[in-house]
C-alpha cells in the first residue's frame, strides 16, 4: 500500500494525522500517535507511541500500560501490609482505600484496552501486520 492510498483512507474515515515527509502520524487519543515510516511509497515500520511525562514518554502502549500497573502495586504494597500488621485500619477506611486503588486500576486497564482495540482497527484498515 503506498502513502497516497493510506492517506485517502486516513481521510475517508475522519482520523486526524500529520504528513511529514518520510512519515505519517496517526494521532489516536490526546497523547497517543502511531508512526508510519515510509520509504520507496510502502510502509517499512510502525509503533506506536504514548507521550507523557517522566519514565514513560515515548514508549508503545504495552510498555506503558506494564509500568503503571507496577507504578500502582508498589505504591498499594505499604498500604497493604499496614492492614496485615494493624487489623483496626480496614475497618476505619482503609476498605475505601481499596476501592479507591481497583476503581484506578481497573479505569487504567479499560483505557488500555479501548486504545488496543482502536489501534488494531487501524492497523486492519491499513493492512499492517504485526
Known sequence: MNKTEIISILKSNNFFFEDNGDQVIVKLARRFFLKLYIENNTVVKNEDMV????????????????????????????????????????????????????????????????KKNHLSKIKTLLHLND
Open 51 to 114: 507521550k507523557q511525562f517522566g519514565l514513560i514518554d515515548g514508549k508503545s502502549l504495552k510498555a506503558v500500560i506494564k509500568i503503571t500497573m507496577i507504578i500502582y502495586f508498589l505504591l498499594s504494597l505499604p498500604i497493604v501490609l499496614l492492614c496485615i500488621l494493624n487489623p483496626y485500619f480496614f475497618s476505619t477506611g482503609g476498605k475505601y482505600f481499596f476501592i479507591m486503588i481497583i476503581t484506578i486500576i481497573l479505569s487504567q486497564l479499560v483505557d488500555f484496552w479501548y
